[in-house]
């Protein structure tokens, strides 16, 4: 990968409002051994250095005097009201020793087991732990899936490829990604009886007595009817 160098200021803006206010994010440079330092840096060039290079990849700080320093980036602070950047913490690097970092695990391909069986991708590890030297850091590792064959396929870290350089921290058998099966939701089944009575009508609201056709028991009574004998006097 080429070499990332980021041009930055040291002094020029009076606190961090001011430089941000002037389109910079504000920088603190940090790391064993040496004096913390306040940059700042354009806004455009961090967003497109960051973009080519994320977490994983060593980047170098360039000052006012063309001193390079190289540097991993740590943290991003964004405001949460707009997404922007507003401050980056990027720590010192010693090339000679090695360092302990994540590197982003990215899927490529397509996998069967989605395409033919209609199962649902899982990606349940994005990011793998890993020791190296700083110039053997890698930007990411890209995983093949269409390894997925089948809802038991899986791909574990021990199945990631990795250059030899990169000693990796994580255990062998986590799990990567896989496709599970998708979920049926089966139509609960209405027996034929209650399909009949359904179809006759509507079932009497509760308290209320089912409509009875006339002279029937229980109907209203015609006029000049009785229920039993006329009384003779």
């Given at each position: 990968?080429?070499?990332?160098?980021?041009?930055?200021?040291?002094?020029?803006y009076a606190n961090a409002?001011?430089?941000?206010?002037?389109?910079?994010?504000?920088?603190?440079?940090?790391?064993?051994?040496?004096?913390?330092?306040?940059?700042?840096?354009?806004?455009?060039?961090?967003?497109?250095?960051?973009?080519?290079?994320?977490?994983?990849?060593?980047?170098?700080?360039?000052?006012?005097k063309d001193e390079e320093?190289?540097?991993?980036?740590?943290?991003?602070?964004?405001?949460?009201?707009?997404?922007?950047?507003?401050?980056?913490?990027?720590?010192?690097?010693?090339?000679?020793?090695?360092?302990?970092?994540?590197?982003?695990?990215?899927?490529?391909?397509?996998?069967?087991?989605?395409?033919?069986?209609?199962?649902?991708?899982?990606?349940?590890?994005?990011?793998?732990?890993?020791?190296?030297?700083?110039?053997?850091?890698?930007?990411?590792?890209?995983?093949?899936?269409?390894?997925?064959?089948?809802?038991?396929?899986?791909?574990?870290?021990?199945?990631?490829?990795?250059?030899?350089?990169?000693?990796?921290l994580d255990a062998g058998?986590?799990?990567?990604?896989?496709?599970?099966?998708?979920?049926?939701?089966?139509?609960?089944?209405?027996?034929?009886?209650?399909?009949?009575?359904?179809?006759?009508?509507?079932?009497?609201?509760?308290?209320?007595?089912?409509?009875?056709?006339?002279?029937?028991?229980?109907?209203?009574?015609?006029?000049?009817?009785?229920?039993?004998?006329?009384?003779?006097?």
């Open positions: 990968m080429e070499k990332i160098t980021l041009d930055v200021t040291e002094g020029v409002k001011e430089a941000r206010k002037a389109g910079r994010i504000p920088m603190v440079y940090y790391g064993k051994g040496i004096d913390n330092h306040g940059f700042s840096i354009d806004y455009q060039d961090f967003r497109r250095a960051y973009g080519k290079g994320g977490r994983s990849t060593i980047m170098y700080v360039k000052n006012e320093f190289p540097i991993l980036v740590q943290d991003i602070q964004y405001d949460p009201m707009t997404d922007h950047m507003i401050h980056v913490d990027v720590m010192a690097v010693d090339l000679n020793k090695p360092i302990r970092t994540q590197i982003p695990i990215v899927l490529t391909g397509a996998a069967p087991a989605v395409k033919e069986e209609g199962g649902i991708l899982v990606q349940s590890k994005d990011k793998v732990e890993v020791e190296c030297l700083p110039n053997d850091l890698i930007h990411q590792i890209e995983v093949d899936i269409s390894l997925l064959v089948d809802f038991h396929t899986s791909i574990t870290v021990g199945d990631l490829q990795i250059p030899d350089a990169i000693k990796v058998d986590i799990n990567v990604a896989k496709v599970s099966a998708p979920r049926v939701i089966e139509e609960e089944e209405v027996p034929k009886e209650e399909v009949a009575e359904g179809e006759e009508g509507e079932a009497p609201a509760e308290g209320e007595e089912e409509a009875k056709p006339e002279g029937e028991e229980g109907g209203g009574k015609k006029e000049g009817e009785g229920g039993g004998e006329e009384k003779k006097e």
